[in-house]
């Protein structure tokens, strides 16, 4: 029985502007049995709070960003922290879907950036965003639909460890140890098996099966068993082959002789 594992996925946005589609994510998300991480945790980012944000990522078994029409609170360097979070999951080669807002200009004013330089910053935002993998939406529903369809091909491709209860992993590890002994056992089978058709050291220098053998005998024949004198010797030279003669020898070899 497949150990049930529920994946972390880290959620990363404006927050103010996107509150209910972060809501339809987040219930895709819990749908999916996958455990939802993000803005909820500390909508007011700040640097001192930017340490607890990568801890969390870097927790985090996938990563999804979604863009509006805001750029987002910015930290010192003038960089939005929703751009901070991506840029941070990159580096950490999560695998990474963004859900870009098919057209801005049909959001509401007091959900889009009003500041020159943020609008500018938030277009190279979002060309960054679409260089990697990006699926788009209008409305909160149809986020919500992209983003449990979207999230259940990324799983498949992108299998991670994710979280399982503390009360399944001693099994866990015991069928993984099973599994690893498994292996290790069909390797030295397969060695075993390999090692009986190596030839043994020096093997070319052995006489062996069809090989030709050549026979001289000498036959002494006495009419007088008692006089070594009276017998006459027969000399022949005969051919054969090693199966040949261990076939005719070994019958007399199962018993003991002289």
Known sequence: MAIERRHQVFVSSTYQDLTEERQEVMQALLELDCIPSGMELFPAANDDQWTLIKRVI?????????????????SKEEISYTEMEYRYAMSKGKP???????????????????????????ANFRALVQEKLVKFWESPAELGSVVSRSL??????????????GDNISSDAAR???L?????????????????????????????GLDAVDLSFILSVSEDPDSYFSRTNFKWDIK???EQIFFNVSPDLIDEAT
């Open 240 to 242: 054969s082959n090693w």
């Open 180 to 208: 690893n002994l498994k292996r290790r056992v069909e390797e030295l089978e397969g060695e075993a098996s390999r090692s009986l058709k190596v030839d043994p050291k020096n093997f070319e220098l052995l006489s062996r």
């Open 176 to 178: 993984e140890e099973i």
């Open 96 to 122: 990474i879907i963004g859900f870009v807002h098919k057209d801005p200009s049909k959001i509401a004013a007091a959900k889009y950036e009003t500041d020159p330089s943020k609008q500018a910053k938030l």
């Open 152 to 165: 259940i091909r990324l799983i498949k491709d992108n299998p991670a460890v994710g979280w399982v209860r």
């Open 58 to 74: 870097d927790d985090c078994d996938y990563y999804i960003v979604i863009i509006a029409g805001r750029y987002g609170s910015v």
